[in-house]
């Protein structure tokens, strides 16, 4: 069963950096666009960048623009999201999620055919 696995969230403080990574199960989802997404408690899951299949283009959402930055080595089938400057509002479930087509809804949850069990990351004030 094709899976996707997070890793790398923790307790930062607001200003902090962490790197999260998600690995894929099977060596085909090096073809994918790759997301990843958010929810905190009580709200909605939402989406935080995305990345096409060779690493050349990404998108994303204005709150992490200058701050997060999405990457990729397909021969490690690793997707990573860098975050810097982290402030509290960034506290949430981090997801990974892979769908077969970059395309204009990157954003789209319901684009997504594969998701990762999520990983929390918590900024301190």
């Known amino acids: 069963q094709v899976q996707l696995v997070e890793s790398g969230g923790g307790l930062v403080q607001a200003g902090g950096s962490v790197r999260l990574s998600c690995a894929a199960s099977e060596r085909t989802f090096s073809n994918y666009a790759k997301g990843w997404f958010r929810q905190a408690p009580g709200k909605e899951r939402e989406f935080v960048a995305a990345?096409?299949?060779?690493?050349?283009?990404?998108y994303y959402t204005d709150s992490v623009k200058g701050r997060f930055t999405i990457s990729r080595d397909n021969a490690k089938n690793l997707v990573y999201l860098q975050m810097n400057y982290l402030k509290p509002e960034d506290t949430a479930v981090y997801y990974c999620?892979?769908?077969?087509?970059?395309?204009?809804?990157?954003?789209?949850?319901?684009?997504?055919?594969?998701w990762g069990q999520g990983t929390q990351v918590t900024v301190s004030s």
């Open positions: 999620a892979a769908k077969m087509a970059w395309g204009p809804n990157n954003d789209y949850k319901s684009s997504y055919s594969y």
């Open positions: 990345i096409n299949w060779s690493g050349g283009r990404s």
